[in-house]
C-alpha cells in the first residue's frame, strides 16, 4: 500500500487536511505548534469513477477500490536535524514513507499563527527542505565513516561509497539526493539508508477558499520552487476539505463548482502523487467484486498478477485483456471477445492504464 507522510511547518494546516482526507482520523487541529506529537494514520479509498462503471457491466456485488495510507507527522522547525522541537522523533516517522506531501501555507489569517512570525512560503519550505538535507547530510558522513574498514576488499563497499560520494556532493551544495542519477541496482543498495531527500515530494499549497480556483502570488512562487526541483504541486483548501465532509456525498460536485473547481483535494492530492511515482491502475472484475489494483508502469503482466498473489506470478501462463473504454463500449466481456477486443496477452505483455485483466497461471 501507497504511504504518503504529511509534512510541514507548524500551523500550516496539516492536520486539519488530514482530518479531512481520513475523514473518521482523530489528529488535533489546534492552533498551537506541535498539537500533533505521535503521527497519525488513516487509510483512504482511491477515488475512482471507473470503478462503478465496470460494476454495473459485470452486476458485481462488491466494489473494491485500491488504498493510500496517509501520515500526518509532527509540525519540524528550524535546527530538527539538531533535535531542536520535535525534530528526531519527525525524522524517524517520515523515513517510512513512499512519498512526502509538503504542506506550505499560502494564506493570510491574522487569527492562525505563523512559527516564523509571517506568511512566506517558499522560505518555508526552504527551512525544511534545509533540514532533511542536513540530516541526510549526516546519514551519509555516517555511513561512509563505516564503510572505510571495507573499502580495501569489498567491491560492493566501494560501489556504495562511491554513490554516497555523489550523493555527499549534492547535499553540501545544498541539493537533494533524488537529483543525482541512479540505476535501479545502485537505488537498491542505497534504499535502506532511507534518504529523506532522495523521496519524491509534492508540494501542497493551502489556500484560502478564495483562491482555490486561480490560487495566488504565493502559489505561483512555490510552483516555481516545485518546477526548479522536479516536484510535483497541487492547490487545496484543507479549510474546503474540512467543510465538503460535512456535506452528503450528492452535493459535494455542486459545492466545489460553486467555488470553480471540479473536484476535491483528495482525487487531486493521490492523481498527483500517481503521475510523481509513475503508478498504474488496472482491474478485475466479476460477479463477485471489481477491484482496483495499483502497479509501477512498465510491469509486465505476469508482475501485475504477482500483486494479488505472488502464486499468480509464479505460475502465470496469460491474461485475458481489454481496454477500460472497450469494454464499457461493448457493453460485456462476451461482447468484447465478440468483437475482438478481449486479447490473449502473454509474459511480455506491458500492463497499460485502465486494462482489466484474467490471470490464468497453474497452482
Given at each position: 500500500?501507497?504511504?504518503?507522510?504529511?509534512?510541514?511547518?507548524p500551523?500550516?494546516?496539516?492536520?486539519?487536511?488530514?482530518?479531512?482526507?481520513?475523514?473518521?482520523?482523530?489528529?488535533?487541529?489546534?492552533n498551537?505548534?506541535?498539537?500533533?506529537?505521535?503521527?497519525?494514520?488513516?487509510?483512504?479509498?482511491?477515488?475512482?469513477?471507473?470503478?462503478?462503471h465496470?460494476?454495473?457491466?459485470s452486476?458485481s456485488?462488491?466494489?473494491?477500490?485500491?488504498?493510500?495510507?496517509?501520515v500526518?507527522?509532527?509540525?519540524?522547525?528550524?535546527?530538527?536535524?539538531?533535535?531542536e522541537?520535535?525534530?528526531?522523533?519527525?525524522?524517524?516517522?517520515?523515513?517510512?514513507?513512499?512519498?512526502?506531501?509538503?504542506v506550505?501555507?499560502?494564506?493570510?489569517?491574522?487569527?492562525v499563527?505563523?512559527?516564523?512570525?509571517?506568511?512566506?512560503?517558499?522560505?518555508?519550505?526552504?527551512?525544511?527542505?534545509?533540514e532533511?538535507?542536513?540530516?541526510?547530510?549526516?546519514?551519509?558522513?555516517?555511513?561512509?565513516?563505516?564503510?572505510?574498514?571495507?573499502?580495501?576488499?569489498?567491491?560492493?563497499?566501494?560501489?556504495?561509497?562511491?554513490?554516497?560520494?555523489?550523493?555527499?556532493?549534492?547535499?553540501?551544495?545544498?541539493?537533494?539526493?533524488?537529483?543525482?542519477?541512479?540505476?535501479?541496482?545502485?537505488?537498491?543498495?542505497?534504499?535502506?539508508?532511507?534518504?529523506?531527500?532522495?523521496?519524491?515530494?509534492?508540494?501542497?499549497?493551502?489556500?484560502?477558499e478564495?483562491?482555490?480556483?486561480?490560487?495566488?502570488?504565493?502559489?505561483?512562487?512555490?510552483?516555481?520552487?516545485a518546477?526548479q526541483e522536479?516536484?510535483?504541486?497541487?492547490?487545496?483548501?484543507?479549510?474546503?476539505?474540512?467543510?465538503?465532509?460535512?456535506?452528503?456525498e450528492?452535493?459535494?460536485?455542486?459545492?466545489?463548482?460553486?467555488?470553480?473547481?471540479?473536484?476535491?483535494?483528495?482525487?487531486?492530492?493521490?492523481?498527483?502523487?500517481?503521475?510523481?511515482?509513475?503508478?498504474?491502475?488496472?482491474f478485475?472484475?466479476?460477479?463477485?467484486?471489481?477491484?482496483?489494483?495499483?502497479?509501477?508502469?512498465?510491469?509486465?503482466?505476469?508482475?501485475?498478477?504477482?500483486?494479488?498473489?505472488?502464486?499468480?506470478?509464479?505460475?502465470?501462463?496469460?491474461?485475458?485483456?481489454?481496454?477500460?473504454?472497450q469494454l464499457?463500449?461493448?457493453?460485456?466481456l462476451?461482447?468484447?471477445?465478440?468483437?475482438?477486443?478481449?486479447?490473449?496477452?502473454?509474459?511480455?505483455?506491458?500492463?497499460?492504464?485502465?486494462?482489466?485483466?484474467?490471470?490464468?497461471?497453474?497452482?
Open positions: 500500500m501507497l504511504k504518503a507522510g504529511i509534512v510541514g511547518l500551523n500550516v494546516g496539516k492536520s486539519t487536511l488530514f482530518n479531512a482526507l481520513v475523514a473518521n482520523a482523530q489528529a488535533t487541529a489546534a498551537f505548534p506541535f498539537c500533533t506529537i505521535e503521527p497519525n494514520t488513516g487509510i483512504v479509498a482511491v477515488p475512482d469513477g471507473r470503478l462503478g465496470l460494476a454495473k457491466v452486476s456485488k462488491e466494489i473494491v477500490p485500491t488504498r493510500v495510507e496517509f500526518d507527522i509532527a509540525g519540524l522547525v528550524k535546527g530538527a536535524s539538531q533535535g522541537g520535535l525534530g528526531n522523533k519527525f525524522l524517524a516517522n517520515i523515513r517510512e514513507v513512499d512519498a512526502i506531501v509538503h506550505v501555507r499560502c494564506f493570510e489569517d491574522d487569527d499563527i505563523h512559527v516564523s512570525g509571517a506568511v512566506d512560503p517558499v522560505r518555508d519550505a526552504e527551512v525544511i527542505n534545509l532533511l538535507g542536513l540530516a541526510d547530510l549526516a546519514q551519509v558522513e555516517k555511513r561512509r565513516d563505516r564503510l572505510k574498514k571495507q573499502l580495501r576488499t569489498s567491491k560492493e563497499a566501494q560501489l556504495e561509497d562511491g554513490i554516497l560520494e555523489r550523493i555527499q556532493t549534492v547535499l553540501e551544495a545544498g541539493g537533494a539526493a533524488r537529483s543525482v542519477p541512479l540505476d535501479g541496482d545502485e537505488t537498491a543498495l542505497l534504499r535502506p539508508l532511507g534518504l529523506l531527500t532522495a523521496k519524491p515530494i509534492i508540494y501542497a499549497t493551502n489556500v484560502s478564495d483562491d482555490l480556483a486561480s490560487g495566488n502570488a504565493m502559489v505561483e512562487a512555490v510552483a516555481a520552487l518546477a522536479g516536484a510535483e504541486t497541487v492547490r487545496i483548501s484543507a479549510q474546503v476539505e474540512a467543510e465538503l465532509i460535512e456535506l452528503p450528492a452535493e459535494r460536485a455542486e459545492f466545489l463548482a460553486g467555488l470553480g473547481v471540479s473536484e476535491g483535494g483528495l482525487r487531486s492530492l493521490i492523481a498527483a502523487t500517481y503521475r510523481l511515482l509513475g503508478l498504474r491502475t488496472y478485475t472484475t466479476g460477479e463477485k467484486e471489481t477491484r482496483a489494483w495499483t502497479i509501477q508502469a512498465g510491469m509486465t503482466a505476469p508482475q501485475a498478477a504477482g500483486v494479488i498473489h505472488t502464486d499468480f506470478e509464479r505460475g502465470f501462463i496469460r491474461a485475458q485483456t481489454v481496454g477500460y473504454d464499457l463500449e461493448a457493453g460485456s462476451a461482447e468484447a471477445r465478440n468483437r475482438g477486443w478481449l486479447r490473449s496477452e502473454g509474459k511480455e505483455y506491458v500492463v497499460a492504464e485502465g486494462d482489466v485483466m484474467e490471470f490464468l497461471f497453474n497452482v
